[in-house]
């Protein structure tokens, strides 16, 4: 065995090498959020749209290579305010209000907000607005228009298109949208309609404040892609296709919502709808997980990428919790049973108590947002945020197990003239394992079904993935049921093989310094 804080060393030094492979070249990474057709939108796996193809032109003229992220909108701006992206084309409407945190290129298109409404109660007047249910996308301009124009709490979807189908199912009156996301939401529905401009307003791309380099290149291209006619040219094919796009959803949609209808059904009269019951989930299944998107692959895809994401987070943050946990309790119980190693004790408890004090979702964002915003990976972070956070549980866990073995262990194994490390890591700690698996397997357990909140920073994980197979297919039962069901086995698996590992602990007794030779 090496010297006596070789494992805390080699660790900082792993953390090191990890961080500086991190770091990021140069790249013009582009923030959006990608309902918003035709300036952004989905075609399958790909964002597509006018601002992916600015943003693009601006990389390749400056020699930089480029990258899409694409978050919810009200992650957009302060993705570039905290430099996550380069720079953010997501229609986004010059405001004062946002003057102050970002810089602004020239305008490159001049739109405005308008209403949706469903044909049943035609829209006339802003007056009708007053005191009904308003959905909007949340973080936009429709959101600032309902807060101070109509001095009222709007209801704040994720996008446009899932507004309109809250106010299809009755749960709004009207919709509040940017002009050309609208009307591709009105498209191939024949019970809405939008009204004239509320407001009038202009898009332009933001970048943080005092970037002009890279600003000068946004309005150079701006300039050029307008006065060769690119601009319009690119409105017009990317409008054209995420028409065609709509028309085949909604399509698709109508077959989803006919499916409903026919779970609904099946619970009803069971016996009568079983065949229909089974066709419909067939077809769902089908529509959510197999059928060829645009760009050849399936949905399912999602799933499949997502749970590889979701094991490799897990099974990395359970290894690296474990090291910093073992590194922790051995040092808390030395300190309390031998008076050892005081700095390092005092250390583990701010630890211990800063992890366990705050919510992990919000470790993980202050570990992308703050103390690893130069590292490009997600996955990395991911893994760092949750093995950092478990290894707080795992250690009082540990500690538990190492208070519990009878201190003449600890006498016997001096006295046979192993060092202190050694009857530590040979005697003691194999027995407290054995002794708290159960509590250790229960922590693994949590970690492993905690990992569904990557989807925070833009990672997508199992859970993520369902979420967005639900998303462009409007079906709620089929992904979300398959995505518990696939979390389920996982787990399930896990604890069998916990069990496994208990039943032969026990079987070899506590004589593990033997069976270690
Ligand atoms: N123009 C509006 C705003 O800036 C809405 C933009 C929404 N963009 C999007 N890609 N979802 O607030």
């Known amino acids: 065995?090496?010297?006596?804080?070789?494992?805390?060393?080699?660790?900082?030094?792993?953390?090191?090498?990890?961080?500086?492979?991190?770091?990021?070249?140069?790249?013009?990474?582009?923030?959006?959020?990608?309902?918003?057709?035709?300036?952004?939108?989905?075609?399958?796996?790909?964002?597509?749209?006018?601002?992916?193809?600015?943003?693009?032109?601006?990389?390749?003229?400056?020699?930089?290579?480029?990258?899409?992220?694409?978050?919810?909108?009200?992650?957009?701006?302060?993705?570039?305010?905290?430099?996550?992206?380069?720079?953010?084309?997501?229609?986004?409407?010059?405001?004062?209000?946002?003057?102050?945190?970002?810089?602004?290129?020239?305008?490159?298109?001049?739109?405005?907000?308008?209403?949706?409404?469903?044909?049943?109660?035609?829209?006339?007047?802003?007056?009708?607005?007053?005191?009904?249910?308003?959905?909007?996308?949340?973080?936009?301009?429709?959101?600032?228009?309902?807060?101070?124009?109509?001095h009222q709490e709007p209801e704040r979807f994720k996008s446009t298109p899932e507004a309109c189908a809250a106010m299809l199912a009755g749960r709004c009156a009207f919709v509040i949208a940017d002009i050309d996301p609208a009307k591709n939401c009105v498209k191939g529905e024949p019970a809405l309609a939008i009204s004239d401009f509320l407001s009038s307003e202009e898009y332009a791309i933001a970048v943080p404040k005092g970037k002009s380099d890279l600003l000068a290149a946004i309005n150079a291209t701006i300039r050029e892609a307008k006065a060769d006619g690119r601009i319009a040219a690119w409105l017009a094919a990317y409008t054209a296709e995420s028409d065609a796009l709509k028309d085949s959803e909604s399509a698709d949609r109508a077959a989803v919502a006919e499916g409903s209808a026919a779970f609904v059904g099946a619970i009803a009269g069971l016996r009568a709808s079983v065949r229909a019951f089974w066709t419909a989930l067939c077809d769902d299944f089908y529509l959510c997980f197999f059928k060829k998107a645009a760009d050849g692959s399936s949905r399912g895809l999602y799933l499949v990428k997502g749970l590889g994401v979701t094991i490799e987070v897990a099974f990395a943050a359970i290894v690296l919790g474990l090291f910093i946990g073992f590194l922790v309790a051995v040092i808390r119980s030395s300190h309390d049973k031998y008076g050892y190693f005081s700095f390092l004790n005092a250390l583990a408890k701010v630890y211990l108590t800063i992890i366990r004090g705050t919510p992990m979702v919000v470790q993980l964002l202050i570990t992308y947002y703050i103390i690893l915003r130069s590292v490009d990976s997600k996955i990395l972070i991911a893994i760092l945020a949750f093995g950092i956070n478990s290894g707080a549980y795992q250690a009082e866990i540990l500690r538990a197990g190492i208070v519990s073995i009878d201190p003449g262990q600890m006498e016997a194994g001096r006295a046979l003239g192993l060092s202190y490390w050694r009857t530590m890591l040979r005697i003691i700690l194999p027995q407290a394992v054995r002794n708290v698996l159960p509590a250790l397997g229960n922590e693994f357990i949590v970690l492993m079904k905690d990992t569904s909140i990557v989807g925070y920073i833009a990672l997508i994980d199992l859970a993520k993935g369902g979420d967005i197979i639900r998303s462009q297919t409007y079906s709620v039962y089929t992904p979300y049921l398959t995505v518990a069901a696939i979390y389920l086995v996982l787990v399930m698996t896990f604890t069998w093989l916990l069990g496994k590992l208990e039943r032969y602990l026990r079987n070899t007794g506590a004589d593990v310094v033997h069976n270690n030779s």
């Open 1 to 150: 065995m090496a010297g006596r804080f070789s494992p805390m060393s080699r660790f900082v030094a792993l953390l090191a090498t990890v961080l500086a492979l991190g770091v990021r070249g140069e790249t013009l990474t582009m923030a959006t959020e990608a309902t918003f057709p035709p300036y952004e939108f989905l075609r399958g796996q790909e964002v597509v749209g006018l601002d992916v193809e600015i943003a693009r032109t601006v990389a390749a003229k400056l020699g930089w290579s480029f990258r899409v992220e694409n978050m919810d909108f009200d992650a957009v701006i302060p993705a570039v305010i905290s430099g996550k992206a380069s720079l953010a084309a997501s229609g986004i409407t010059i405001t004062e209000d946002r003057k102050k945190n970002v810089d602004f290129s020239e305008p490159y298109v001049k739109t405005g907000i308008v209403v949706i409404f469903p044909k049943a109660t035609p829209f006339e007047t802003a007056d009708q607005l007053k005191g009904k249910k308003i959905g909007v996308q949340s973080g936009t301009t429709s959101e600032t228009y309902v807060l101070e124009q109509l």
